[in-house]
């Protein structure tokens, strides 16, 4: 069964220091991962999606992320932090549910802080 | 364009009610998935619909349901609802059921009292 695991449930940085937000996948075969974004009270907004083209996948906003196979990682980095990227942060796989379906298993979150 | 749209925003119920939730999708989108984000979670998978029929189903009882209609907007609906049901009601589209990312709208909390 395919799932992810993020590493840290709370993450705080300063402003415009790195961002680093881990997440683990299990995966019997190449999996499709996103990383999604959730501000309060709102729905979710993808960030990028990795799909077995290019390892290192660029996202909005200035985050990127990099798949990993020997290390089954999938971790989001962002160079500077800035107040707007206070927020829940989702790793997520896709799952073959069947019939040319997928269905999307979120891990836990990360919520991230900024310090100003 | 507008993009999916999910109504109401807030519902507040009583224990054993039932309630219906709906959503549109963006237009063009055929696929319309719904899951449930209970505070502090995640988002569970509950329903995928594309094309008017169920593709997917998530580990919800039978008191969940639902419906994709002939202009691909959809329905959530709860029967007898529990305590355990408050949370918040994410529906999402996409252009087909494959692995086109997902667009989330706002979501409809749902407090059961």
């Known amino acids: 069964a395919q799932s992810v695991t993020q590493l840290d449930s709370h993450v705080s940085v300063s402003e415009g220091t790195p961002v680093l937000l881990r997440c683990n996948y299990s995966s019997s075969y190449s999996p499709s991962l996103f990383w999604y974004v959730q501000h309060p009270n709102k729905g979710l907004q993808l960030l990028l999606k990795?799909?077995?083209?290019?390892?290192l996948v660029k996202g909005i906003n200035g985050f990127e992320a990099e798949f990993k196979k020997s290390e089954t990682s999938f971790h989001l980095t962002k160079p500077s932090a800035h107040m707007s990227d206070a927020a829940e942060y989702f790793c997520v796989v896709s799952l073959y549910s069947g019939a040319g379906s997928y269905q999307l298993t979120f891990g836990k979150g990360t919520k991230l802080s900024v310090i100003p | 364009d507008a993009g999916v749209t999910q109504s109401p925003t807030h519902l507040i119920k009583t224990r054993g009610q039932h309630v219906t939730l709906r959503c549109s999708p963006i237009s063009g989108h055929k696929s319309v998935s719904w899951y449930q984000q209970v505070l502090g979670q995640g988002p569970q998978f509950i329903f995928q619909?594309?094309?008017?029929?169920?593709?997917g189903r998530g580990n919800f009882p039978d008191r969940f349901s639902a419906r994709q209609f002939p202009n691909y907007s959809s329905e959530l609906n709860v029967n007898a609802l529990l305590l355990g049901d408050s949370a918040l009601y994410l529906c999402?589209?996409?252009?087909?059921?494959?692995?086109?990312?997902?667009?989330f709208g706002d979501g409809t909390r749902l407090s059961i009292l």
């Open positions: 619909y594309y094309e008017k029929e169920e593709r």
């Open positions: 999402a589209s996409s252009y087909d059921r494959g692995l086109q990312p997902q667009h």
């Open positions: 990795y799909t077995s083209a290019a390892t």
